[in-house]
């Protein structure tokens, strides 16, 4: 099957760099700091304020927010009697802020998605958003977006990035679904009268204050609160509160300038392998979904992303005794009414999940198990299943002796995606010459494709280092699998 190379080659940028907090986990350390900073008068205060800014404006767009930001993480160590000046809370705030490479080891593992702007193009042409996983020091990853428009002519132009980034505003009283509230503390045991107690005065959606304020009151109402399971209990509530966030950019920022960082604690290590989806519900509306794997460097954790203009980002756990391991990906639209996804809770072999909630999954069937040799090891997606006349295009990777990752293809019913109608017995896409270099050496992997004017967009990252993209002519991949 011939592969038509696009020429596009996205390599990691050192340049690209955010303001994130560096606070040391020795609170005397802290202290230790700001007492310095205390001391210094206000006109040196200024002084040295001017040259940290001279030193660092043009390398971003709002210095004072991400300062003053940092700042408020640390205020709580100031003495009560101590009056801090604007140009003094600038300067404490950058103390405690350093500069992190967001992308200095690798950009890799894209998945691409038609834009929601489809306005001001040519006949024939598509808008796409590409999102990628960048990975810096300390192999921590984030999720970055970069726009462009697949042409008329199958040429693919990538809009060029501006030399910032920025980092999204987090909502401090984000709202949540009481029922995900409740099965996930189910799943995770944790059933028990205070729990009960807690859940009861919430309503079906209820914000961050109300639940504080309803743990409060059953600590100070209820006889249970001092029963043995409570503190667990609570820990728990208060981890599923951080992992169930809202974000928000600013309109007037540039997708490629976008980073969505690690916030929660269970995502300290990393957001890993984003499966971004165009849905389509069953009335019309679009919301676009994505699947990642939230790492805490012990633990890895399925997490949702949920957004309708990639401004406005919820993000939420995954519920459910089938939400295992990594590599979770939604079909683009409801079939029969219910979601069907694919997973691998078991790291070997491919599943199919379905549910009537895109929050929780408690059903699989086995769809797929390793059969050729260069998938003996395990057997994954490469993203979410594309829809053709044929079937839902599946592109699969399978990892095989030596810990080669290849590209191949599955197709399933329209009707009954369980039931498999083919499946490629070589890799479409494998790693050769100069693409089996990188930081994972003979590594193809993709986080999600798309078909437009006859062809399959294949965007792939190599070997966890940098990302392309191949186009294919889709109705002679069908016809190999059919």
Sequence with gaps: ???????????????????????????????????????????????????????????????NKSWLRHFEK???????????????????????????????????????????????LSRGDLRFILSLR?????????????????????SIEIKKTTPFVTLPELNPNPTYHKRAFLDKLSEMGLENDWAASVMERLGKTFLFDELVKSIQQAAFDEASAH?????????????????????????????????????????SNGIEDARFVRFVEDDGSVIYYATYT??????????????????????????????????????????????????????????????????????????????QPWEFVKLGNCGSPIETEAGWLVLTHGVGPMRKYCIGATLLDLHDPARVIGRLKEPLLRPEGNEREGYVPNVVYSCGSLVHNGQLILPYGISDTASSIVRIELSELLAALT
């Design 1 to 63: 099957m011939k592969l038509h190379p696009t020429g596009l080659l996205l390599w990691p940028d050192n340049k690209r760099v955010v303001v994130r907090p560096f606070i040391s986990m020795d609170p005397t350390r802290v202290q230790h700091i700001i007492a310095r900073a205390l001391a210094l008068s206000e006109q040196e205060t200024e002084k040295q304020l001017s040259l940290v800014r001279a030193d660092f404006s043009e390398r971003h767009v709002d210095l």
């Design 74 to 120: 640390v205020r709580a160590q100031i003495p009560d009697d101590e009056t801090i000046s604007e140009p003094r809370r600038l300067f404490i705030g950058a103390l405690f802020s350093g500069e992190y490479a967001l992308e200095s080891a690798a950009l890799f593992n894209p998945s691409i998605v038609p834009h929601p702007n489809q306005t001001g």
């Design 134 to 154: 960048a990975t810096g020091e300390g192999h921590i990853s984030s999720i970055e977006f970069r726009t462009g428009v697949i042409h008329r002519d199958h």
């Design 227 to 267: 029963t043995r399971d409570v503190p667990r209990t609570l820990e728990c509530m208060h981890w599923l509160a951080e992992s169930n966030y809202e974000i928000h950019f600013a309109p007037s920022s540039e997708m490629s300038e976008r980073i969505i960082f690690p916030v929660s604690p269970n995502e």
């Design 294 to 371: 939230a790492y805490n460097g012990r633990v890895i954790l399925p997490q949702l992303i949920e957004t309708t203009d990639f401004l406005n980002f919820h993000v939420l756990t995954l519920n459910g005794r089938v939400v295992q391991n990594k590599g979770m990906a939604l079909f683009p639209r409801r079939i029969d009414g219910r979601y069907v996804m694919l997973t691998r809770q078991d790291d070997e072999n491919l599943f199919l999940s379905f549910s009537d909630n895109p929050h929780f999954w408690s059903d699989s069937v086995l769809l797929e198990e390793p059969q």
